[in-house]
């Protein structure tokens, strides 16, 4: 069962522009993931949030976790042609890792 | 250091043959997954390995077998494939519970005719 689930499904912008995803959940989470997928790669991790936290930073990555509302943004600030990928959320629940969901992803297409 | 490494990368079966899709990690982590990838879809877990010696199953189990060899190697054996199994699969480890984050291989892609 998906736990996560990204907005939009697809997003197109423009290099230097500020892309935003939204991820939302269900159940009661440990901590929240972003990780971003190239075309035909392997999964690679972003960042992790935890459930106590409510905004951490990585380069040109801003997370937000919002427990109440259950849900998680991904804000990457001045894009570039190559952060062209799909973006993915997974939440671990606090019964552990063997039960962490992905999202079904945004794919992000930024143009020069 | 290469990661996590799969094998092979690229499969072509026909229905009801059998396979064994094998990955193996040089991180020294103790937890290991492999999920599927289907478009519209995303990730689900098929089997999991917490530690050398455990196996258990995870979302989509059926049609898989898995064995967690030592603790470097952890295999997916599909018995008799099917259509349904065409997908992408992926071998990931866990980093530790306090780092929290999976490391992924590359991937394996698998047609099954």
């Known amino acids: 069962s998906q736990q996560g689930e990204e907005d939009p499904q697809a997003l197109s912008i423009q290099e230097g522009e500020n892309a935003t995803m939204n991820c939302s959940y269900k159940?009661?989470?440990?901590?929240l993931q972003w990780y971003r997928q190239n075309s035909g790669r392997g999964l690679v991790h972003l960042i992790l949030?935890?459930?106590?936290?409510r905004e951490k930073h990585s380069g040109r990555l801003r997370v937000t976790l919002d427990t109440s509302k259950k849900s998680s943004s991904l804000l990457i600030t001045a894009s570039r042609a190559a952060d062209t990928a799909s973006y993915f959320c997974a939440t671990v629940p606090n019964s552990g890792y063997s039960t962490l969901t992905f999202g079904k992803g945004t794919m992000l297409l930024v143009s020069p | 250091n290469a990661g996590v490494t799969q094998t092979p990368k690229f499969q072509v079966l026909k229905t009801g043959q059998s396979m064994t899709l094998q990955c193996a990690q040089d991180?020294?982590?103790?937890?290991m997954y492999w999920y599927r990838q289907d478009p519209g879809m995303g990730l689900r877990l098929i089997y999991y390995?917490?530690?050398?010696?455990?196996?258990d199953k995870g979302e989509v189990p059926n049609g898989y077998n898995v064995s967690r060899l030592n603790k470097r190697e952890f295999s997916l054996r599909l018995e008799s494939a099917a259509p349904s199994q065409t997908s992408v699969y992926f071998c990931a480890t866990l980093g530790g519970a306090f780092t929290g984050e999976l490391f992924f291989g590359e991937g394996s892609r698998l047609t099954v005719l």
């Open positions: 390995s917490a530690s050398e010696g455990t196996t």
């Open positions: 991180m020294n982590h103790n937890s």
């Open positions: 949030i935890r459930s106590n936290e």
């Open positions: 159940t009661s989470i440990n901590n």
